[in-house]
């Protein structure tokens, strides 16, 4: 087949005017929401709304010692980190990533990060589609700014909390996996 037998690409679609043009501020926007999650606050920058469920786009603020449990997810998720440096395992391997550098997290693969550092880190956070947003908005507890740690749990309060994820994950596309070395 020459060039000139080729399929034409398809044509790109027409602009839609009833999606709107979205900017965060995620230090001065009083609508973003802001949530406290495992000892860490995640901003929802942009969620599936906003996109038209292409993706999510979370400024995650992560203290030292924060970071999610082992998980996988049937989405793609990709981390650039702003600020300071995150120890991430993926498939059982880990390795440090630094301000400026981006991994990306194939979809179904487990992993996890870790704050190693003594000081808190900031990552940008981009779940493609977008869900995930979602599933932070539904276990996590509301607070006031990007940097507002959540609330510290109690024993009981934590047992609830982790119940709650572990049963709202599957809907939410999430596994949640034991921690190296045994269960939770």
Partial sequence: MTDSQATPPPAIPPDDPQRKLAVARPDADASLAHIGLVGDTYTILLSGEDTAGRYTLIDMHVPPGGGPPPHRHDFEEMFTVLEGEVELTFRGERLVARAGETVNVPANAPHGFTNASGQPVRL????????????????????????????????AEQAVFIAKSMSLAPT?????LPPPGGPR
């Fill in 172 to 176: 939410y596309r999430t596994e949640l």
């Fill in 124 to 155: 940008l956070c981009m779940c493609s589609p977008s869900g995930q947003e979602e599933f932070f908005l539904e276990v996590g507890v509301p607070v006031d700014t990007r940097t507002e740690p959540p609330p510290e749990l109690g024993e």
